[in-house]
């Protein structure tokens, strides 16, 4: 199917349009969005907010760029968001009303990729837990190319930043890494 | 001692790129089965509404607004009932020292 064909249903508001969007790029968005909050629940609800916003925006989208690149765009903001409204939730004084004691609990504790092989999962969960401390652009770039398999061209045009940033990014955040999980070894 | 440590580091070292290593080969999460249901049901809700209902910064402004109706309506009833109060006080004494108004304009 053509792609310009497909948003232009969207802009007319096509729901069968808004189904294949979804049907097609929902294990995409919902591997970037769970891999950065690292909460399936939580992971879900972004998934279902980023195809609604897209879908609701779809008049701004001026086609610079792949639609699934957007889709990338919109599911990175809105993880990372979400993150942030987190943090000041079980940080902020908030927290007695809001009930963020248990999110702080759920961020603290191991998280289990589905797609990591068994014998690799508690490895896994400390890379994961390791991610958490990495800056928001570099956690970015790391999901990006390790967890969804992009080519840092691509990751470049999502982050819009070009290819040598990209790379800079993923330097640092290995190194970041492996700093943080040097810290969690035990002789 | 040296020699310790630097077998230490090695040790951290390679334990940090074993770990880095586990996730090569993951594969994609996949979305849970309702996702696309779920998303069709959000899309029906009024954008202005997911907006604001639901958040806790809404339901903490509604608290606080609440709070804050309590409060004034305590204060101005107390206002109301010590006015009230001084004035029967006023009326009590008048009466009794035969200050009332009839009293001096009497004959």
């Known amino acids: ?187 | 001692m040296n020699q310790m440590s630097d077998m230490e580091n090695e040790q951290r070292n390679r334990f940090a790129d074993e770990v880095m290593e586990s996730i090569s080969g993951i594969r994609r999460a996949e979305a849970p089965v309702f996702l696309y249901t779920r998303a069709a049901a959000r899309l029906e809700q009024p954008a202005a509404l997911q907006g604001w209902i639901g958040r806790p910064v809404f339901s903490f402004g509604i608290l606080i607004l609440l709070v804050l109706v309590n409060v004034f309506t305590f204060l101005a009833f107390r206002e109301r009932r010590t006015t009230e109060e001084e004035s029967q006080g006023i009326r009590r004494f008048a009466a009794e020292y035969s200050l009332g108004t009839n009293a001096a304009y009497s004959n």
């Open chain 1, 1 to 187: 199917m053509n792609e310009q064909d497909f948003i232009d249903r969207l802009r007319k508001g096509d729901g069968h349009a808004f189904k294949e969007m979804v049907q097609t790029w929902q294990d995409m968005v919902y591997n970037t969005v769970l891999s950065i909050v690292q909460n399936s629940a939580e992971a879900e609800d972004i998934t279902q907010d980023v195809f609604v916003r897209v879908f609701r925006s779809i008049s701004s989208f001026r086609g610079e760029s792949r639609l699934s690149t957007w889709l990338y765009r919109v599911a990175v903001t809105c993880s990372l968001d979400a993150e942030r409204s987190r943090k000041r939730r079980t940080r902020g004084w908030l927290r007695m009303f809001t009930g963020g004691a248990g999110e702080e609990e759920a961020a603290d504790g191991p998280f289990y990729h589905p797609g990591v092989q068994y014998e690799s999962k508690e490895m896994a969960a400390l890379l994961f837990r390791a991610m958490r401390k990495l800056p928001d652009t570099q956690r970015t770039a790391f999901v990006l190319v390790k967890t969804e398999g992009l080519r840092y061209e691509e990751v470049a045009a999502i982050m819009q930043l070009s290819v040598k940033a990209v790379e800079g990014l993923l330097h640092r955040a290995k190194e970041n890494l492996r700093k943080e999980l040097a810290s969690y070894y035990k002789a």
